[in-house]
């Protein structure tokens, strides 16, 4: 789901197109927009599991504070997502724990 | 509020690393114990520091000795405490980037094999690299101590804090000293702004604030507060294995101290200290200075400290890792570099514990345990006549 017409961000339609992968899996996104919306609008909500319990987490404030929605970008441990813009080829990881280094 | 009076065999003032583990051994020697402390547990040097469980740089039998008791300690502390102590021989790790480090330390591990701490060595690169492929292959080397490690002091101090309590001891938070009373040239009692103890002995464990005790019964005790700063990062992934230091400090140290014909801590100091904990937080450090009590943190240093930890682990930078705190806290630090530990004449009853300078979580444990051989048998397993207050005199 998402907003065809935004009064400030715009047209969806003028956006332009680009391919990320998520664990994976090639997904259709639009470059700029957060990683997190990219996920929500794909249907992911599943971002990362935790260290000590291994509980699922996603969006939770939405706005780059709770650091609840980190998954592995490019590499990169602990990225959070909502405040991450899109580009093209971007590989992206359910981040497990604190995530790993290559 | 009412004033307390009350009557102990033991006052300890100072609730840092050297007066907890010195009254925990006190009461598991069925003594008596009461705890005064002016802020909280673990509040000064002992709460704010680089966590190093490491044997110590400095080339001192006694101290080692020490040491060896503390680190033997911590091996099941943990056990007996509520808190997880986060103890591990991790290893201790000191890049080598010139000739004259490398010189330097080659000599460290003759003089330490000849004091029995036979597992140290001289690493190439390769095998520094090896052991932390994280880490900037250092062009000679390093120092590897295997049985060097870190210990969490927040869960350590705090916990035994709490045991003690458990055991029948007294921790009085926010109580400070405000007169201590002799008569004979024997302490009688301590007068705090919560009342008065009375007291048989009284053991001055206040670290950098140990002067102004000393003030109170007419002597001076030459310690100076060494600020120090440090830095922790948002928890990462395994980054580095061991406690890895850079070569730069003990080189500013060395030179400024021979320089300055005085104390090995007596300049500005640095290094890059890099101290991975267990949930993955990094502890990076450190720069000293004299500057006081003065506790305010400076950008500089913070910068300092920052690039000198991308210098060595330029992962860091790459990462985007995020500062989530920074502190600057003080040192006891004493000219010569060593402890201020034992009796003193003249106050019979007045024992001092402090000048633990850098290496206070490397040697806490075992000096609390020579101090309650001291309080309890009058003489000590460890001979710690060489670390008296008297050498000043």
């Keep these: ?102 | 509020m009412a004033q307390m009076t009350e009557e102990t065999e033991i006052v300890v003032i100072g609730a840092g690393i050297t007066g907890i583990t010195a009254a925990y051994y006190l009461l598991k020697e069925g003594k008596d114990v009461v705890v005064i402390e002016k802020n909280e547990v673990a509040s000064e040097a002992s709460g704010a520091n680089a966590g190093f469980a490491c044997r110590p740089s400095l080339l001192n039998p006694t101290l080692l000795e020490i040491s060896k008791v503390a680190l033997q300690e911590y091996q099941h502390l943990g056990q007996e405490l509520k808190y997880d102590i986060e103890y591990e021989t991790c290893g201790f790790l000191v890049l080598l980037e010139d000739r004259d480090s490398l010189k330097e330390w080659t000599h460290q591990v003759e003089e330490r094999h000849k004091l029995g701490l036979g597992e140290v060595g001289i690493l190439d690169p390769e095998e520094v690299h090896g052991l932390e492929p994280h880490v900037v292959r250092p062009e000679f080397g390093g120092y590897y101590d295997p049985l060097s490690g870190h210990i969490n002091p927040l869960h350590l101090v705090p916990g035994l804090a709490e045991r003690l309590t458990e055991l029948g001891g007294k921790v009085y938070e926010r109580t400070e000293v405000l007169e201590i009373k002799t008569k004979n040239q024997r302490v009688e009692s301590v007068i705090t702004n919560k009342g008065q103890i009375k007291a048989n002995y009284i053991i001055n464990a206040c670290g950098a604030y140990a002067g102004s005790i000393g003030r109170m019964v007419g002597i001076g005790i030459p310690v100076k507060p060494h600020r120090h700063h440090m830095l922790v990062t948002e928890a990462l992934p395994p980054l580095v294995h061991c406690v890895v230091e850079g070569g730069a400090y003990r080189q500013a140290e060395v030179a400024s101290a021979s320089a300055a014909g005085e104390s090995k801590a007596a300049a500005r100091t640095g290094a890059a200290i890099i101290n991975q904990q267990k949930k993955g937080n990094l502890l990076l450090g450190i720069t000293g200075d004299f500057a006081g009590f003065n506790k305010l943190t400076t950008f500089d240093d913070i910068c300092t400290i920052s690039e000198m930890a991308i210098k060595y682990v330029p992962l860091l930078k790459d990462l985007h890792v995020s500062i989530i705190r920074t502190w600057a806290n003080h040192y006891p630090s004493t000219t010569d570099y060593l402890p201020i530990l034992g009796a003193v004449g003249g106050i019979e009853g007045f024992v001092i514990a402090t000048g633990l300078n850098d290496y206070g979580l490397e040697v806490g444990a075992g000096i609390g345990k020579v101090v309650s051989e001291l309080v309890c048998f009058g003489k000590t397993t460890i001979p710690i006549e060489s670390f008296n207050l008297s050498r000043f005199h």
């Design chain 1, 1 to 102: 789901m998402r907003i065809l017409e935004h009064p400030v961000l715009g047209k969806l339609k003028e956006k332009e197109k680009v391919k990320i992968r998520v664990d994976g899996k090639e997904i259709e996104a639009f470059r700029g927009e957060p990683i997190a919306a990219t996920l929500m609008a794909n249907g992911i909500k599943i971002f990362r599991y935790t260290r000590k319990y291994r509980a699922s987490r996603g969006i939770f404030c939405a706005l780059g504070r709770c650091t609840d929605c980190v998954m592995t970008v490019n590499g990169i441990p602990n990225t959070r997502t909502c405040v991450t813009p899109v580009e093209n080829g971007m590989e992206i990881e359910t981040q497990h724990s604190l995530g790993r280094l290559k």
